[in-house]
């Protein structure tokens, strides 16, 4: 699905809460023509049991916002909690009601020619009500891609670096010109490394396995927490080690993660049922493990949510670390 943003919402820019409508930016902005920009993607989920919007680890990914804009030199001047603030604030003065998706970008915003960067920076954060963004209850389809994925060394992939996504819109497009529902993108070295917008798990003998964050891949907080359940609460080895292309065709299930996707899993891979073509039992319980997290429905999981409703943030959420979580 893509989200048709409504021009009267409200967005943060500037600094202010205006309308969609009057947060414009100038023909010659450096972003715009360079992809000189870094943005987030944050889901929350509406709760009918609770009545409430929760927000699935905001703070985590304003963390790595800030982190990632340091690669291109953008100053995000707003902590974390400031961000997370501006984000409930966000979720107050639109009142949603319904699941939402949050989009934080911090771009080089000066207004002339030429490629290098200096220091203008601006930031502006923009929520949107967002269902399902792909359809992947019986799973889906995916296809290799012939788009190679980006190297570190030319545009980094672990960031949300607005110009590297001209290889997942390539690849993406392609995907679905072709028939498929995701493309797999594999790297330089031919190892598989990740969905056009999310990452991938192979389960193989009982191991959930994921390539390493070195092989050109998104450092995806769904893929951490994806881990972090495996492990906890399923007792699974997660092992992150480089994936062959031949091995997505005799896995015994996969599927993708993302804040966008969700938990997605794949049935067929460039035309080849994987294992019986089935949605496979560990991913049926990832995904369920995820989306009750997701809704706050976990005890153990609830650090993980802050409800859109109250003032205060709650405590940190812990990151799942892979030295935690036994990765081998
Ligand atoms: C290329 C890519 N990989 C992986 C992901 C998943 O990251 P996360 O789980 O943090 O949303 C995304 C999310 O947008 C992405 O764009």
């Known amino acids: 699905m893509t989200a048709e943003a409504d021009p009267n919402l409200i967005v943060y820019f500037g600094g202010q809460y205006v309308p969609l409508r009057e947060a414009r930016i100038g023909i010659l902005t450096h972003a715009l023509h360079y992809g000189t920009g870094v943005f987030e993607g944050i889901r929350g989920y509406w709760d009918d049991a609770e009545h409430q919007l929760f927000l699935m680890r905001p703070r985590e ?5 800030k982190q990632n804009c340091r690669i291109l030199r953008i100053d995000v001047p707003a902590s974390p909690e400031e961000l997370c603030a501006i984000t409930l604030e966000l979720m107050r003065r639109n009142a949603f009601r319904t699941g939402v998706y949050v989009r934080p970008l911090a771009w080089k915003c000066a207004e002339r020619i030429g490629v290098s960067i200096d220091d203008q920076d601006a930031f502006a954060v923009v929520a949107l009500p967002f269902g399902e963004y792909l359809h992947s209850d019986k799973g889906l389809h995916a296809g290799v891609s012939s788009w190679r994925r980006i190297e570190d060394n030319a545009i980094p992939a672990r960031a949300k670096i607005c110009g590297a996504y001209v290889n997942s819109a390539l690849a993406s497009d392609d995907a679905r010109q072709s028939g498929f529902d995701e493309a797999i993108l594999l790297n330089e070295s031919g190892h598989v490394a990740e969905g056009a917008t999310c990452n991938l798990f192979m389960v193989r003998s009982d191991d959930l396995i994921t390539p390493p964050i070195t092989e050109n891949v998104l450092e995806g907080i769904t893929r951490a927490s994806v881990i972090g359940l495996a492990f906890r609460e399923l007792g699974l080895r997660v092992v992150e080690r480089a994936i062959d292309r031949s091995e997505l065709y005799v896995c015994d ?4 993660t993302g804040t966008a996707v969700g938990i997605a899993p794949v049935v067929r891979v460039d035309h080849r049922p994987v294992k019986d073509g089935e949605v496979g039992a560990i991913t049926r319980e990832v995904r369920r493990l995820y989306f009750e997290a997701a809704r706050g429905h976990l005890r153990a999981y609830r650090k993980w949510v802050v409800p859109a409703r109250l003032s205060q943030i709650e405590p940190e959420p812990q ?6 979580a036994s990765v081998i």
Do not use: G, P
């Open 253 to 256: 299930e996969l599927f993708l």
């Open 61 to 65: 990914h304003y963390e790595r916002w």
């Open 319 to 324: 990151a799942v670390s892979l030295a935690e």
